[in-house]
């Protein structure tokens, strides 16, 4: 079983930083997507970052653009998001997802359309927690 474990989620003065990991415990498991998701109390489950991992190639909320930063350590098998100029509004719990990892010959425009929907991803991590406030 693949496992997902988050981490770096805190409290932040709003403008501040914070750089969330992900860890992927399989070292011998390669995804070929993986994304960030949030969930606020009392709302829905939204995509914030998505990555092609063969290419790079990153996705963003356009709440989320220009602030946040999405990136891979293929060596590490770790994913990261570099949060900065926090809102009161990103204040949510944090989850790190992959897809399943099987071989996957779709064109990237595929995930291009879907990188922020919740199916696209079949391992989840259990969530950090992040609060923005002064």
């Known amino acids: 079983q693949v496992r997902l474990v988050e981490s770096g989620g805190g409290s932040v003065q709003p403008g501040g930083s914070l750089r969330l990991s992900c860890v992927v415990s399989d070292y011998t498991f390669r995804s070929n997507y993986m994304g960030w998701f949030r969930q606020a109390p009392g709302k829905e489950r939204e995509g914030v970052a998505g990555i092609a991992t063969g290419s790079g190639r990153t996705y963003y909320a356009d709440s989320v653009k220009g602030r946040f930063t999405m990136s891979q350590d293929n060596a590490k098998n770790t994913v990261a998001l570099q949060m900065n100029n926090l809102k009161p509004e990103d204040t949510a719990m944090y989850y790190c997802?992959?897809?399943?990892?099987?071989?996957?010959?779709?064109?990237?425009?595929?995930?291009?359309?879907?990188?922020?929907?919740?199916?696209?991803?079949?391992?989840w991590g259990q969530g950090t927690q992040v609060t923005v406030s002064s």
């Open positions: 997802a992959s897809d399943s990892g099987r071989a996957d010959s779709r064109p990237w425009w595929v995930y291009y359309s879907n990188w922020n929907a919740d199916s696209w991803y079949q391992y």
